[in-house]
Each structure stands twice: as C-alpha cells, then as structure tokens.
C-alpha cells in the first residue's frame, strides 16, 4: 500500500524503476512523483477515519506523518525499487489520492495499493489510476503477475480492482497484518496473458473505456454495451438533440465538441460545451422524460447511441452498468442542483440589480438636479443679501411695532435682519402640506404682488415662498413695515432667495436620506458584514425586500402589511430567506400584471415556535393541472424565456434547509397564497455516516 514499509528483498530480484516519461495520465487523472508540499494534502485526507479503516496509517495523523511518508516515497524513488504516485485530478490540478507500486519479494510479482481523498472517491479516478499504473507495471517483461489486496469488507477497493481488470482469487484467512493482528484479505490478481499489456492497462483498446459514463467497468462489460451501440457521424453545425424532443437514447462522445444551449428569451443560452468521454440524454433516457437542452456539433463529432430499451435490457444484465450509471448521474444531478442554484441566485441579483438602479436613479438625479440649481441660488443669495443692508439699515427704532419704516433708524436693522432670518428658517423646518389647488392660488397672489414689486420674472421666486408656506397676505403684511417700493423689493428679493436656498438644501437632504434609506435596505437584505447564522427579524427582511422591488408595485399595486406584534426573532442563514420573500413577491407582482392588491401577513407558527408567513395576491391564481408542479425544476406558468422555472424550486429548497415548510395555502380565481412556516431554531446538521464513505 503506499502506507507502510516495502517487503525486503534481495536487490538482485527487485526490477529497477525510474519515474515514468512522459507521466502517466488520462484525461482525468495524472500519476506524478510526490512533492514536499503534498504534506499537508496529504495529511489532511489521511486524517479521515475511513482512511484509516482500512489502511495502517498513524492514528490521528500529523503533517509530520506525512513529512516522514514522503521522505520514504523519495528514497524509493531513488532506489528505483518501490514507486509512489501522487493521484492528481486533471480538473483542478489537486491531490486526490495516493498509489503505490510495490515489486514485492517473489519475482515476477508485484502489488498495487492506493487511497483516495474524501471528496474525490465514487468518481472513477482510482479505476483509471491502478489501470495505468498496471499498464505501465506490465511494460516490465519480467512482470508476470499484479496483486491488489484489500480487507475483508471494502467492497468499494473490490470493485476498483474488477473494473480494472483484477479477477477475484478469493479471501485469505488470516493472512494480513494489521494494526497489531492478523486479518482476513481478499486477493485479486492480473496476469500478462488476461491482457496486462503497457498500453492498456488491462483493457483492449476500446473507445467505450474513454467515455466517463463507462470507464469503470471490465472488458467484458464494455463488450455487452458495444454490442448494442451505433455509430453516429455528425458534420459541424448539424444537431444532435433538439429542446423538448423524447429522451429515446443517450449519446457517447468518441470525438469532437459539442454546444450545449437551452431556449430564452433572447435566442440560445449557452450553457456548457462537450468533448470526447462525454455522456449526453442520460437523464431524459432514465425518467422516460423529455431533452430540457439542444445539444449541436461545434466540430465534426463521432458518437454511440444507445437506445433506451437496449440500455436497460443491458443494466438488467450486468448489475456494474447500473452501479456506473447511477454514480454519473448522481453526480450529474448535484452538478444540475448547483447550476440551477446559482442560475437562480443571478435571476435575483439581475432582480435586485434592476429595482436598484430604478430606486436610486430618482433621488440622485433630485440631488444633482438640487445641487446644480443651489450654485446659482447661492450666488443670487449672496447678491441680496448685499442689497438687503439699505432698506434695514434705514429702518427706525420700533418700526415693527409701529408700522411703516422711516430713514435715520440704523439701531433697528441687525434686529430686522434676525428676525427676517429666524422666520425664514422657522418655516424652512416645518414646511406646511399644501394641496394642489391652495398652493396654486397662493402662487398667482404672491407673484402679483412680486410682479407688483417689479420683480421681472416672479414664477420660482414665488413657488419658493409658498413652499415655505407663505401667501400673499402674509407677505404684504411681512412687507409692510419698509416704507418705500424699493426697500419692499429688496426685501422680496432676499426672502425669495432664502427660501429658494432653503428649498433646494431641503431638497438635497431628503434625496440623500433614500438613497441611505435604500443602501440600508440593501444591507439588510444581503446581511453584509454579518455571520452566516443569524437571529433575524422577519418583518424586517420582508420591508426590505418591499424596498427592493419598489418599482415594480408602487405604480399599481397596494400593499397591505399584517404583523403580528411580539414576535420573536429567529434563526437563518444569512440572506437567503430574503431571497425567497424576492421569488414570492416578485411572483405575486407579475401574477397580478403590476396592479392589484397585495397582503403580506406574519403570525406566530402554531404553539409559538417560530413565523407563519402568508404572501396572498389578488392574480387570477394557478390552474388546477399547474398547482401540483409549481415547485417541479424548470416548472413554468409563464411565457417562453419569461421566467426560469426555478425560483420556487430554490426557495421550498431554502425553506426546507432551514427546517421548515413552503406550500400553496389556497389558489383560485381571486388569487393565490403562498405559506411559508419556520421553526424559531435551525434544525441540528445531520451526522456524517462512516459507512457512506467509498473505500479505496
């Protein structure tokens, strides 16, 4: 095994071996000479207990068990008497496991042993592994037999070892030491004339073994699914599959490259491209379904078809197929899971993109807007404010109190002037609310008597003065006291400046506090800058949310809240419950085309452990034969390329991660009700299952 000392021999009998050139590789794995800095790699898989179940490895293991095993691997190496490879997976370049090859004492034997990362096993990297170290093994004229052993109970190595090419010699009983016993141990062997040859490791050369789906399995496996296959030619451009077609067959690719792509609103989605060892139409074949994607030749393309009846005619047969056929689609549908999530993560953030820049484009155009037109207030300020010293300081003592301003009474004027200004900021604060037809009205009276004043153009200055509640009355009488035409226009002139300034300040401020009140919005929705697991107020995500989606209804739809008072907040991970509040909402807006009413109510769950939270739209509901599937993948009641099917899938997927319930309370014609019940606490992660774990 890779673990562990090799068998002494005599040197005499042990066949030199140098590292291979060019290495040992296939299209997923390479078989390279170990690095020092494959420790901590390496001390890390072996650090799980499954390794350490079936091989003698130090218990726990430490980087400098691995440091120590490295240092071994190396002086083999330069012995050119035991060969250690470093399993990489091609895909990301990392370790995945670990083989040993071992000349063992008898000559003309050898062994092969290996391990294999916990994330990297049930993918076929150790089949292609021991078949290219068996086909590099047997390049040694002097090699007649390989050995592959394992305990008694890793059926998961037994199975390696069959696909491979090893035949099952049966068990030896009491034969292996381990950890301080002897064990029982089965033995599998390959021999020169069962096809161990340096160019196949054991398999003829078929094209079958290349392609993924099948790469595990024996000669004689292959053959039975050749039997069956036909050959297809495709020129570039032509198609293979078509959108919504039967699922009748699947497809091997042997060679060229294929687009994958799916209809949207725009045209073709691209969704990924294919090459030779791929596997297409499995999925449909399987569940009888149809294509959910066109697939069409990016390159000349050859490929086997496998029709369906031919397949499980094949699978009822040879039980390895099944096994095979299973751990790719498996591993399929987990790919298929995380594209979906992530496809539906990007629908929400183009969601959240779009209300965003909607909502912010309003108040950032105001203050801009304010901003430009205050440079210009400002300067007009400045001039009349210089003006408004004249007519103030001819004003005399008691002049407010006794009417009109006569000359020669400068003691008066720094009282006028503060007073002028404390009403002018009294009224800026608490502008009053004014309907339309009062405030028109006070803007005719007060810019005839600005117009009366000979103020040329009276229409802003005049909007501004009733802004800060005026009317003509009250500035005449304002007015009243500066006893000349042109003291009265100075005067006008700087009330109409001041409240013009204080106007487009106000006007400022209010355009800043939404956009802050939107990026507080957007903060509590995304919960930036806070832990994954968080106790949260669900009102609170779901006013948010609101705020996000806020161009979407606030032309024509009314929205009723019904918050229960009390609640108590409760445990989620992050913002991911935001994004379900986003698919429902969003839903129910576009169930109702944008007007309607919508009622959003939170209650506590029954017997008080956590929410029940009721989105209910006034739409023309869900049909019968639909409602039973609105939670189905790629399920859609709307138009082609108007919605991806998924974002119910995703969030009863949420709802579920967090221990609690999403359903369709009611439907019909007055509309439909989603409910979503959460406990108060997320539910306990389940417990890893050792005996879920492959084996080496």
């Not at 218990?59 to 002086?75: G, I, N, Q, S």
């Not at 032509?238 to 959108?243: D, N, R, V």
């Not at 009474?409 to 009062?438: C, G, H, K, Y």
Request: proline letters at 7%; one cysteine or more; glycine letters at 10%.
């Amino acid at each position: 095994m890779p673990h562990g000392e090799p068998v002494p021999t005599l040197p005499s009998e042990r066949p030199r071996r140098d590292p291979p050139d060019p290495p040992l590789a296939d299209e997923a794995v390479l078989l390279r000479v170990p690095r020092e800095d494959d420790a901590t790699a390496i001390a890390a898989a072996c650090a799980d207990p499954e390794v350490a179940r079936w091989i003698p490895v130090p218990v726990p293991y430490t980087l400098a068990d691995a440091r120590a095993f490295l240092e071994l691997a190396a002086l083999g190496w330069a012995d050119g008497d035991h060969a250690t490879f470093v399993i990489e997976d091609r895909s990301t370049g990392l370790l995945a496991g670990m083989l040993g090859l071992d000349p063992g004492a008898v000559p003309g034997r050898a062994s092969v042993g290996y391990w294999l990362a916990p994330g990297d096993r049930g993918r076929g990297l150790a089949t292609r592994a021991v078949r290219l170290v068996a086909g590099w093994a047997f390049a040694d004229p002097r090699l007649e037999r390989l050995e592959l052993m394992t305990l008694v109970g890793n059926d998961a190595s037994g199975r390696v070892a069959l696909r491979a090419g090893f035949r099952r010699e049966g068990i030896l009983r009491h034969y292996l030491p381990f950890r301080g016993t002897t064990v029982d141990a089965v033995m599998y062997a390959m021999i020169r004339d069962e096809g161990g040859d340096a160019d196949g490791a054991g398999t003829p050369d078929e094209p079958l073994a290349r392609v993924s789906l099948f790469s595990g399995l024996a000669p004689a496996e292959l053959a039975r699914i050749r039997a069956v296959a036909t050959e297809v030619a495709l020129p570039a451009g032509a198609t293979l599959i078509s959108e919504g077609d039967p699922g009748d067959a699947l497809f091997l690719v042997l060679e060229g490259n294929l687009a994958v792509t799916t209809r949207a609103a725009t045209g073709d989605l691209p969704l990924t491209t294919v090459g030779p060892g791929a596997v297409q139409g499995e999925i449909a074949v399987l569940e009888g379904g149809v294509r959910r994607a066109t697939v069409r030749a990016v390159t000349p393309a050859r490929l086997l078809r496998i029709g369906r009846d031919d397949l499980f005619d094949v699978m009822a047969r040879e039980p390895a197929i099944i096994r095979s056929l299973a751990a790719t689609v498996a591993g399929r549908l987990r790919g298929l899971e995380a594209s979906v999530q992530e496809q539906e993560r990007l629908a929400s953030l183009g969601t959240l993109a779009a209300g965003l820049a909607h909502e912010l484009n309003n108040p950032a155009a105001a203050a801009r807007s304010s901003a430009g037109r205050l440079l210009d207030a400002l300067d007009e300020w400045d001039r009349a404010s210089a003006a408004l010293g004249t007519p103030v300081a001819a004003a005399p003592a008691g002049a407010a109190h006794a009417g009109a301003v006569e000359p020669g009474s400068a003691p008066l004027a720094a009282e006028l002037l503060d007073t002028l200004r404390e009403e002018v900021a009294r009224r800026a604060a608490d502008p009053p609310f004014l309907d339309a037809l009062d405030a028109a009205d006070r803007r005719d009276a007060v810019g005839r008597l600005l117009s009366s004043l000979g103020i040329s153009d009276p229409v802003e200055p005049a909007a501004s003065l009733v802004a800060l509640g005026w009317d003509g009355n009250q500035l005449d009488d304002l007015l009243a006291p500066f006893g000349t035409d042109e003291a009265r226009l100075v005067v006008a002139a700087w009330l109409a400046a001041s409240a013009l300034v204080r106007q487009l300040l106000g006007e400022v401020t209010l355009a800043a506090g939404r956009i802050s009140e939107i990026v507080a919005s957007v903060r509590e929705y995304t919960y930036l800058d806070r832990a994954p697991i968080q106790r949260i107020d669900i009102t609170a995500g779901l006013e948010s949310t609101l705020v996000i989606l806020r161009s979407k209804w606030k032309a024509g739809v009314t929205i009723e809240r019904a918050y229960a008072t009390g609640l108590q907040p409760i445990e989620a991970y992050g913002s991911e419950l935001n994004q379900v509040w986003t698919n429902l909402i969003d839903n129910a807006i576009a169930a109702m085309d944008g007007s309607g009413h919508l009622r959003i109510s939170v209650l506590p769950a029954p017997g008080g452990d956590g929410v029940v939270v009721e989105i209910r739209d006034t739409g023309p509901g869900i049909p019968d034969e639909a409602a039973a599937h609105v939670f189905d993948p790629f399920f859609t009641t709307k138009e082609v390329g108007a919605g991806t099917g998924l974002g119910l899938y995703i969030s009863r997927s949420i709802v579920e991660r967090h221990g609690g319930r999403l359903e369709v309370a009611s439907t019909g014609p007055d509309g439909t009700c989603f409910r979503t019940t959460l406990r108060a606490r997320l539910p306990e992660p389940p417990s890893a299952d050792p005996g879920s774990a492959q084996g080496r």
